[in-house]
């Protein structure tokens, strides 16, 4: 086991002042800006309250970002933060060094926290004021400035967060000089927070709505709901991102009635001055009614997502002559049915973001072979295309090949995913594997005689609704078909992770610039199908971030013995680290509940002993010999907060040394 590390004189100083609480609140008027941000840290790990709070009145920055130093719901460091915020506004007369704008409670400038230079500090802060000019605030002399609070929210149906709720009610107190002010808002369904009620328009009205960008509403909703949201989001004027899905329509409204909600909920979008990227799903009012939408947008989009809706043939001419969309980068009409609409509408939309659109999704849309090849010359044309998705469309072998022609100038495209061609499916309408393979391989070739591909996916359906498939990677034909076992049609980052499982070494090397929604997928299914080397290359690559780790499978032992035996990288050695030991790891969160007898823990624990906080050892079949073998070791925990044991079979007094031996971890609550 290793040494700890000596601590900096940072560190030191910080301790020697928090033996004396009056002595720390005296000097905070004469302490240098560059201790704050440790000493701050050090008061708050050794809840010293009155100290944080004093820290809160002199803090020396105008921006306090707290959110990274506070756990997952907890409410104590954000009501000791309040309380010195309190004796701030309290105050008569407004302090000289008052310089604190800015509370943030969202999970950002972490750097701030581990640099403590005046220049960092000064650097966060600046990139704080340039993403939002609403911080921006003018000196006001003799007056007290009000105090701004960033959060991100996310609105549930009932919402028990007591921090949320405890913040709401604060600010609501406080409404003359606290302003509260949300970057991103996901809405879950109609907000109630505990015994209070805490609807969307209370919520919305306690808010500062120019500070919203992005707005997302992930709920079944009725129309007429979505229509008394409408004044409220034509007051987003700083909005980039809207998503909005599953809005339903009651049988029962009248045709006038109708036409209202729409009229009224559509005619917001004029305000959306700065809308960048709309997202809409499953929302059966947009039949119809596509032109009432773009036609109220002012300014070009970047990415416009239309997926499993019903649009008319009027929707799509409307779509292909708006003028917001002659800057699109990125277009998806998955799941919106295009066998009725004439090939002429869909033609000039593609004609029209030709120059522009770098990924474009027509998964699912019913395309035949007469619509396609009107279709290939506008697609030809689209010479910045990197991603293009054409699963779940009715294509014969020859036209597929005509469409693959037409790629041929396209050398941007990275990832392309097209459907089985018709001649790979029986009578029953199920894809025969031998089939698909033999006409896979003849569209390959005729693809490598045109361009060097990067990453392309042939796939199909199956009798069970799985999707079948073949796929290449950098010109290499993955072993065996591609089985998804779902319904639902599979993502692009699902195709992936299955192509990097049957290239083992390809995965192996890609570990470390894999996309981190990529990493946690391929890491789920490498330990589904035990590939011991794929995960011993993931557990510790040299990017290291990991903080957590969850398994529940019961081949614990063989996948993690040999990556045990491997060393982690090492963070970022401290200049004044005099001592040098082993690695250490940065793992925070470690369950291996129903884990029978993980060989390797005794050599991971060791490796965490400085930063692990939760331990679940449940269900584990540990007996007397192997828990006295990790008692040393778990001794050494001293982060420890949550220690989780039960269901193991353990005697009295090994339980009592198991006991003795936390007597140091004192902070296990």
């Not at 790629?407 to 199920?430: H, I, K, N, V």
């Not at 369950?591 to 400085?610: A, H, N, Y």
């Amino acid at each position: 086991m290793s040494m700890k590390a000596p601590p900096t004189l940072l560190q030191l100083a910080g301790q020697s002042l928090l033996r004396n609480e009056a002595l720390a609140i005296s000097a905070l008027q004469t302490l240098p800006m560059e201790l704050f941000p440790p000493l701050f840290m050090e008061a708050l790990t050794r809840r010293h309250t009155e100290v944080v709070k004093a820290m809160v009145q002199a803090w020396p920055f105008s921006c306090l970002p707290l959110g990274p130093l506070m756990k997952a719901g907890e409410l104590e460091t954000l009501q000791v933060a309040l309380d010195g915020i309190d004796m701030l506004l309290g105050q008569q007369v407004c302090p000289r060094r008052w310089k604190l704008q800015v509370l943030d409670l969202r999970s950002v400038h972490q750097n701030f926290w581990k640099v403590f230079s005046g220049a960092m500090v000064e650097y966060c802060i600046s990139q704080t004021k340039g993403k939002n000019k609403a911080l921006d605030i003018p000196p006001r002399t003799g007056v007290k400035p009000s105090l701004r609070l960033i959060v991100d929210l996310n609105l549930e149906l009932h919402d028990q967060d007591k921090l949320q709720i405890h913040l709401f009610e604060w600010v609501q107190q406080r409404k003359r000089s606290i302003q509260l002010c949300c970057r991103k808002m996901q809405i879950w369904g109609l907000c109630t927070c505990g015994s209070r009620t805490w609807p969307i328009h209370r919520v919305l009205g306690l808010l500062e709505l120019d500070w919203m960008e992005e707005v997302e509403m992930n709920c079944p909703l009725m129309l007429y709901t979505l229509a008394t949201f409408a004044p409220y989001l034509g007051q987003l004027r700083n909005l980039r991102k809207l998503r909005i899905s599953q809005i339903f329509v009651l049988a029962c409204i009248s045709p006038e009635q109708y036409e209202q909600l729409v009229a009224t909920f559509t005619s917001q979008f004029s305000k959306l001055s700065c809308l960048q990227q709309l997202c809409v799903s499953r929302a059966y009012f947009l039949h119809g009614h596509l032109q009432q939408v773009l036609r109220c947008l002012k300014t070009p989009l970047e990415s416009l997502s239309i997926t499993h809706c019903q649009l008319a043939e009027s929707d799509l001419e409307h779509l292909s002559q708006c003028p917001c969309i002659h800057q699109l980068k990125h277009l998806s009409l998955r799941g919106v049915p295009l066998i009725s609409v004439r090939y002429e509408a869909l033609q000039v939309l593609l004609e029209r973001v030709a120059d522009t659109v770098k990924t474009l999704d027509l998964e699912d849309c019913g395309i035949r072979d007469p619509q396609l090849t009107a279709l290939l010359p506008a697609l030809s044309h689209c010479s910045q295309l990197t991603m293009f998705s054409f699963f779940g469309n009715h294509i014969s072998m020859s036209v597929l090949k005509d469409l693959l022609h037409h790629t041929a100038r396209l050398c941007q495209l990275r990832q392309e995913l097209y459907p089985a061609p018709l001649e790979s499916y029986d009578g029953l309408g199920s894809v025969v594997t031998e089939r698909l393979t033999q006409h896979c391989a003849e569209l390959m070739d005729t693809l490598r005689a045109i361009r060097k591909p990067k990453m392309v996916l042939f796939g199909g359906l199956d009798l069970r609704g799985a999707r079948v498939g073949n796929g290449w990677v950098s010109d290499e034909l993955v072993s065996r078909p591609i089985r998804i076992s779902t319904e639902a049609p599979p993502t692009l980052q699902e195709l992936s992770v299955q192509i990097l499982l049957r290239n083992q070494a390809l995965a192996v090397s890609s570990v470390d610039s894999l996309l981190l929604g990529l990493f946690l997928q391929l890491f789920k299914e490498a330990f589904a199908c035990r590939n011991t080397e794929i995960l011993k290359a993931m557990v510790f690559p040299r990017r290291w971030k990991l903080q957590y780790l969850k398994t529940v499978h019961q081949n614990f032992r063989k996948v993690f013995s040999g990556a045990m035996a491997r060393d982690c990288v090492p963070q970022t050695k401290s200049r004044n680290q005099a001592v040098e030991g082993p690695p250490r790891t940065r793992l925070k969160h470690l369950s291996l509940r129903r884990v029978m007898g993980p060989e390797p823990l005794q050599v991971l624990l060791e490796k965490v002993t400085d930063n692990l906080k939760t331990l679940d050892l449940e269900d584990c079949e540990i007996r007397d010999p192997r828990l006295t073998a990790l008692l040393p070791s778990l001794s050494h925990c001293s982060q420890l907060t949550t220690f989780s044991f039960f269901e193991n079979h353990i005697s009295m007094s090994v339980l009592k040394d198991l006991l003795h031996h936390t007597v140091m971890l004192s902070q296990l609550s």
